[in-house]
């Protein structure tokens, strides 16, 4: 089986910064898109950034500019810079990948546990 473990959440000043990581372990045959998405209570869960097998990244408008993506192929590590982080972007965050696996035909989403970033104003 896969799975995906994130670390680097925690509590943080408006402004500061946190590094968020999320290492896939398993039978991984080929990791693609690798994301991170987030979830504020009450809100509907967001992708936060993306990036694909070609390391060609997408963000959402709110933290472009603020967030970096990337990853470490040989380690099946992906990771999310967060800068300047405000109030706002409290939330759980969590981290999905598109793996094919030695048990499946296809690739398939899996998802981390979640990882708590909390920005105080």
């Known amino acids: 089986q896969v799975q995906l473990v994130e670390s680097g959440g925690g509590l943080v000043q408006a402004g500061g910064s946190l590094r968020l990581s999320c290492a896939a372990s398993g039978r991984i045959l080929l990791i693609n898109a690798m994301e991170w998405y987030r979830q504020a209570p009450g809100k509907q869960r967001e992708l936060v950034a993306r990036i694909l097998s070609g390391d060609s990244t997408i963000y959402a408008d709110s933290v472009k500019g603020r967030f970096t993506i990337s990853r470490d192929t040989a380690k099946n590590t992906v990771y999310l810079q967060m800068n300047s982080l405000r109030p706002e972007d409290t939330a759980v965050y969590y981290c999905?990948?598109?793996?094919?696996?030695?048990?499946?035909?296809?690739?398939?989403?899996?998802w981390g546990q979640g990882t708590q970033v909390t920005v105080s104003s």
């Open positions: 999905a990948a598109n793996i094919l696996t030695s048990a499946s035909i296809v690739p398939r989403p899996f």
